[in-house]
Structure formats: C-alpha cells, structure tokens
C-alpha cells in the first residue's frame, strides 16, 4: 500500500486501468473460445449427423421406388415398357451407389462403416435376385417372380430397410447427443462470463475506492485548506503523510506555505504592536511578500527615525523659536532708538546731494568747453594728415628722378665701352700702320711717326674713358645713397601719417569720452534732484517704520504665547514617538 | 624738431653751372696741354739719339705673353688682327688654337704658350692675332695684348741664355736690355712641325 501511494499519479492511473482492461481482455477471450467450440460443433452437426441421415432417407426412398417399378414391371405385359422401367431401375441403383460411396465418406466411426458395409453387401445380393426376378419377368414367368418377390426378395428389402432405419436412427441420436454436448459446453461458457465480469467488476469498483482514497479525499481536504486560507485563516494543523506522490508533495508545499504565511503574520502582528526591531528572511527572491515585507520594515523603521528625529528637532526648534521670541521682543525696543538715528542721518544725506547736484552742473560745463577744443585740434590733425601724404607723393616724384638719372649713368657707361673698344681699334690700326710703314722702308719713316701719334692718342682716350668710369661708379654710388635716402624720408613720413592718424583717432576718442562726461554731469544733476525727493519720502517711510515697530512689539508678545504652545506640543509629540521600538 | 634748412638756392647754382659747362666746349687747361707736347718731345728725342748713334736698326712689333713682352720682327709681320670668330678645329695638336676669317682668307691661329710651357689665361675680346707670313708659309700667333712697334739696334739684340731648353728654344733669337725676348719668325715659319701635314694627305 505504501509503495502504491509512492508511485505517481500518472502510474497509478495506468495501472489500474491497465488492470481492468487485462480482465476485460480475458472475458472477452473466454466468451470467444466457448462461440467458437459452438460454433464448430454445430457446423458438424450440420455437415455430418443430419447429413447421414438425409441421405439415408434418400436411399431407402430409391430402394421403395425400385420396388415399386418391379411391381409395375409384373403388371405389364407390354415388352417396352418393361425396358423402359428397366432402364429407371439401373438409374436409381446408380445413384444408391453414389450415396453409399457418399456415406462412406462422410463418417469415419468403425461402427458405422461396419453397417455400411452389411448395407452395401445387402443391396448387392438384392440386385442379384432383382435381375433374376427381371429376367423371369422378361421371360413371362410372372408367377415365379412374384413368388420370388414376395418371399425371399421382401424378406432382403426389409433388411436393407431395417439396417438403413438403424442407422439413420443412429445418426440422429448422435446428433441429439452432440447437441446436448453444446447446450452444455454453453451454459458452463456463460457460467465462466458471467463470474469473470463480477470479478472484473468487483475488482474495477476496489481501484475505484482506492484512487479516491488515495487521490481526491487528500485533494479534498487540501481545497478546504486553500479555502481557509483564502478566508485568511491561518490556524491549520496539516499533518504530513510521508508520501512522495503529487499529493505528498502538494501536501509538504502546503505545510510549507502555511508555515511562511504564519511566520509573515507573526512578523506582521509584531510590527502593528509597534515593535520594529528585527528582521525578516524572505524565501527566495521571487517571495514578493517577504520583500515587501522586509521593504516595509525598513521603509517603518526609516519614517520612524525620521520622524523621531523631526521630533526632537520640533522640540529643540520650539524652544529656540521661544527664546528667539523673547529677543525679538526687546530687539525691538532697540530698532525704536535707531530708527530715530536714521531719520537725523537721512536729512544730512539730502544736504549731500543738493551740494553734489550743483557740483555736476559745473562738471557739465567745463566737458562742453573741451568738446569744442578736441573739434578744433581735430582739423588741425587732418590737415597735418594730407600734407603729410602731399610729402610722400613728392618723395615718390624725387625716387623717380634718382632712377632716371641712374639709368642715364648707365647709357653713359654704354658709351664709354663703345669708346673704349674704339681706341682699342686705334691702338691696333696704329700697330698696323707703323708695320706698313716699316714695310714701305725710308719712304715711310714719317708715316710711321703719325702712326706713333695715332697709338698715343689711343691710349690717352683709353685713359679718359678710365676716369669717365670711375666718376660714374662715384655716380652709380651716390645714387644709391639718395634712393635709400628718399625710402628712409618716405618711411618717415608714412610713420607721421600713422601717427597722425591715430592722434586723430584719439581725439575723437576724447571727444566721445568728453561728450559721454556731459551726458553723465547731465544725469548726474537730474539724479541728485531725485535723490533730494527720494530722501523726504525716506523720513516720511521711517515714520511709518516706527509705528510698525510698536506693533510688531504688541505682535511679538501673541508670537512669544504661540512659541509655549508649541513647545508643549514638541514635547507630546516626543512623548508618543517614544513608544516605537527601532 | 629743429633741422639746419637746407640751402636750395646754393644747390640750384652748382647744378646750372654744372649744365652750363656740359653745353660748353671741354677744352683742356693750357698747362696740361703743355706738358702732354712736352712728354711727347722728349721721347721722339730719345729715339733719334738712339738712331744717329747706330746704324742697323730693325722694326720690332711687342706683344704681351702671359707677363713676358715678346717682340717679332716687323718685316715678317702681315698684320695685326682682333681675335674674334675663331674656330676651334677638331683632331689638330694642342697648340693649334683654331682658324680665323680674316676678311675672307682663313688664317690658322697658333698659341706660343703652349711651346714655351707658359701659364694659361683665359681667352678674350682683348686677345689679338699677329699673322705673320714669308714666301712659304702664313698663319696666326695668338697675343695676349700688343704693346706696340719700336726700332732697336741689331747689337742690343743679345744670344739667349744658354738655360733656355724645351721645344720653343730653336725659335728665339735673343734678347733684349729691356728684357725684351726676341723670336725669330724665320724658324717659326720654315719649322716643319708645326706644318700640319694630314690636310696634304
């Protein structure tokens, strides 16, 4: 029974079904042998003991029809009809024959076949005094044949009648006793059917009862549990069955649960009677309810603390706001007698500002005067400026002529080469000459004399070209010298006109600033007007400050009243805080 | 800022003067010219002291070589010619300088230095050409400058000095008290090496 409950349902539910359909398969096997032994029986019955039987009767109904045609054939003297008849009784011996041959077949008892065989050893002898009886016939001896016929001939078919009766009655008793067999074998199938089907029932209905015990009772008491719980009733006693099956499990998850609900609503109990210490363990992390629980706890004991803490700050900040009250109220007392120091001071600061007031106006004046001087110096810079760039056009003017004059030196040295290169020529036309004159002998004497005046004037303008150069190298110098001379002036001059310019620019700057000083005098003036008004409306103001200080003073007695009462109520509120627990 | 005004009248003055003597006739001072005519009268003295005193002259033509003057006689001397437009001639010996158009007639230019060993200097507008000739031959020495043509006695002609060795030593005839080096243009003209003989070829 134990290892029942152990299994799983699922196996539970298997097996008994599995039991109840093995019953049923061995019911339904039963019921099936028993038709089926019937079955055959009566098909043999069928097939064989009535077969016997009919056939039987069929010979004997032959065997009477032969008869019968060898009576007829004694009646007739007609030779063709005889054959005729004849002929019929060779067709039904035929077929005897075929039913013997059938029968001998059909049954296999020894009994039986023994009897077939007299039957057939019968019809044969019958058949040879039938001919015999035939032939008499035939032949016209009718007297003889019924003689024959009716002793000897009847005595034989009576026995073939008789054995043949027999033995259909035989088969017919066999075939009752076969049939009783059956009903037999019947009844005793249904004796078997009917017994297993109360087993299988009786069996069915005991799984039955023991799946609801084992099964839906505990399920039943479970739901009632759940129920109770759900009503919030939590004092359940589950005892614990030591089952490993769904149940068993459901079972220990339920006691496990009711435990955790019951330490949740103890913690629960313990934190309404206000006692916060402590700690709760949450089941898992997915226990929503310890971790609320636990968030609760912690969230309870910070408000507390919190609140325990704002509490005694009310009580100290009551007493504080108490005495602070109390000072206040002879504070102002002492704002009184200031006040009045106020109101002397404020007319002295008037008497100021009429005083800085006239001050400004003069101040107006004298930076309206300096407006008109810096206008005036101002043009004076201006035109200082276009002199200035008059001087550096004419510098540009001069640095040009210097550069003429110097490319002038240099077409004067160009010449001076062409000169040079010609009393070169001289010198050599001279060489020339005095070689021809040499060549002429005596005759050419004095040519050769002009030839020597030739090479000395050669070389004397060789010589003056010489100076002409070195006096345009002192030129080419001191050109150069004037050029740098005329950069540097214009540089200069560039240097006035820049700091022209920006003396210009400061004057404007100074007649901005200038200008801006007597805009300011200006506000200055209208400003220390209004400061004059403003300071009368000042002593009417501390006039009304100081009826405002006697009632602040009559005020501050209600406030020092409120400062008690809320002292006191500081101290309740300790008082109260002081029952939790954190 | 206090500057020393400048003096434009006095400027003005100088420059007009200057532009008025520039239009004016340059005309030498009298006692320069003077004393030009006297230098030239002492000189043409002393030459025809020289003269009445002996009585073989010879016509020598100076030329200037490297700083050596040289002289060749004037007799041997065509003509003195600028060199300009020469052209350097391939697979000639070193010495040949090149060959010259002298109105029309090509004339092939010798460098003495190259005889005498002397130092090279660079070739330029002032170089001259001294063609010199005789019945056979006419080519061109190359001169760094010409000094110009003086007569001399045969006896200040001196032998060269026995030290002078080398290829150009067959070609002087002697030398100078001035220090004067005299080449024999006869030798240099009748010298077959320096004929180049492939043209003939």
Known sequence: MRYFNNLSTRTKLLFSFGLIWLLFLVVIIIAYQGLQSITQSEKKLHDVNFQIALELRELRSHQNFNRAAILDMMLTREKSEQLALEKIINERGQAINDIVEKLSKLAMDPLFQNQLKELENEIGVYRQTRKDEILLIQNGKIDDAQRLGTTLQKDRFEKIRSVSTEMGNRASKEAYNQLALDMQHANSAIILFILFGIVTLIFSIAIIMLLNRTIAQPLNEITKIAARIGEGDLDIELQVVERNDEVGILLQSFSSMIKALKRMAASAQKIAAGDLTGSIVPQSEKDILGNAFLQMLNNLRRIMKDIMEGVNLLGSSASEILASTTQVASGSAETATAISETTSTVEEVRQAAQLSSQKASRVSENAQQVAQITQTSQQAVEETISGMKEIQNQMEAVANTIVRLSEQSQQIGGIIALVTDVADQSNLLAVNAAIEAAKAGEQGKGFAVVAQEIKGLAQQSKQATMQVRNILNDVQKATSAAVMATEQTSKSVENGVKQSTQVGVSIQKMADSSSKAVDAATQIVASSQQQVVGMDQIGIAMNNINQAGMENAASMVQAEKAANGLNELGHKLKLLVEQYKV | ?201
């Open chain 2, 1 to 201: 800022m206090q500057k020393t005004t400048i003096d434009w009248d006095g400027i003005k003055n100088r420059v007009n003067m200057m532009q008025d003597s520039l239009n004016q006739k340059i005309v030498l001072p009298q006692e320069e010219k003077h004393s030009m005519f006297k230098a030239r009268a002492q000189a043409l003295a002393v030459e025809t002291k020289d003269k009445t005193a002996q009585n073989e002259f010879v016509e020598i033509v100076l030329f200037g070589l490297a700083s050596e003057t040289y002289g060749v006689e004037s007799t041997f001397i065509r003509e003195v010619y600028p060199l300009k437009d020469y052209t350097i001639l391939p697979g000639t010996p070193s010495f040949v300088l090149g060959i010259v158009n002298v109105r029309g007639q090509i004339i092939s230019v010798i460098d003495l230095k190259k005889f005498f060993n002397l130092p090279e200097k660079g070739l330029g507008e002032l170089n001259k050409v001294i063609i010199i000739r005789n019945e056979r031959m006419e080519f061109g020495i190359l001169a760094d400058i010409i000094h110009g043509t003086r007569s001399l006695a045969i006896e200040e002609i001196q032998t060269p000095p026995v030290s002078t060795v080398g290829i150009g030593a067959g070609y002087l005839k002697g030398v100078t008290n001035e220090h004067y080096i005299i080449l024999d243009a006869q030798k240099i003209l009748d010298d077959e090496s320096i004929i180049v003989n492939q043209e003939l070829v």
